[in-house]
């Protein structure tokens, strides 16, 4: 079933977006609009530049020397490819599951409460609070509630990306980034991470509804 807002709107628009990594030019005018509270894949063959382009727009092409990229990408209706933009911050609106399953070396509890931490929760109980809602949303709290504290590298790998979606769930982002999240992955855990991409559309709808605050992925 498609869900709509009683006004959809878009929560990602790009318009005429280049990128060159040096003289080689990777996005060739990309214009695309995606709605919220909806999950959007991007399909196409190797290198023509979709992790290039998810990479736009959260900025981690910053993070490769020679980048340039031209254009205007908004999320939210605020553009975000302009010097004085807030890259923590953007970071944190817009949050990224990689490929290969990357769990900072702490234990379960301190890979997720790492980014409330770093936006200023410091209070115990709440931290507490937002560990046990992002694990139960990234359908993983059962699985390790009797261990958050064991080094989350002793996880399996399904189990790792599960945690790594936790970890961008805990800081409530507005758009959710995932390049190829299950293809490092056995059969069982893609399914349940598919699975998980779709109870996460339903939930993070219901949730965010009533104070028309969304999320894509
Ligand atoms: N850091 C980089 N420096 C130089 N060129 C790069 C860099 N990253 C990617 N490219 C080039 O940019 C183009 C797009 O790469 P990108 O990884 O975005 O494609 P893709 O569609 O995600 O591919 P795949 O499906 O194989 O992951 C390719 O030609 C690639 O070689």
């Not at 736009?56 to 980048?67: A, C, F, H, K, Q």
Request: glycine share 6%; with cysteine.
């Amino acid at each position: 079933m498609e869900m709509t807002t009683e006004k959809t709107k878009f929560m990602i628009e790009t318009t005429d977006v280049d990128l060159f990594y040096g003289t080689k030019q990777a996005l060739k005018k990309v214009s695309l609009s995606i709605k919220e509270n909806q999950v959007t894949a991007l399909i196409g063959p190797s290198g023509c530049g979709k992790s290039t382009f998810l990479r736009t727009l959260n900025r981690m092409n910053d993070l490769i020397p020679n980048v340039k990229t031209t254009g205007n990408i908004k999320i939210s209706n605020e553009e975000i490819n302009q010097a004085k933009v807030d890259l923590v911050g953007l970071r944190k609106r817009v949050g990224m599951v990689f490929q290969q399953p990357n769990p900072f070396p702490f234990s379960i509890y301190d890979n997720v409460a790492y980014g409330p931490r770093m936006h200023g929760v410091t209070n115990r109980k709440e931290l507490d609070a937002i560990v046990e809602r992002s694990l139960r949303q990234a359908a993983l709290w059962d699985e390790v509630s009797d261990r958050l504290d064991k080094p989350a590298t002793g996880m399996s790998g399904g189990q790792q990306q599960r945690l790594c979606i936790a970890r961008v769930l805990a800081v409530k982002p507005e758009v959710i980034l995932m390049d190829e999240p299950t293809s490092a992955l056995d059969p069982i855990s893609t399914a349940k991470v598919e699975d998980l991409i779709l109870e996460l559309k339903k939930e993070l709808y219901d949730r965010y509804r009533d104070t028309q605050h969304a999320t894509s992925i």
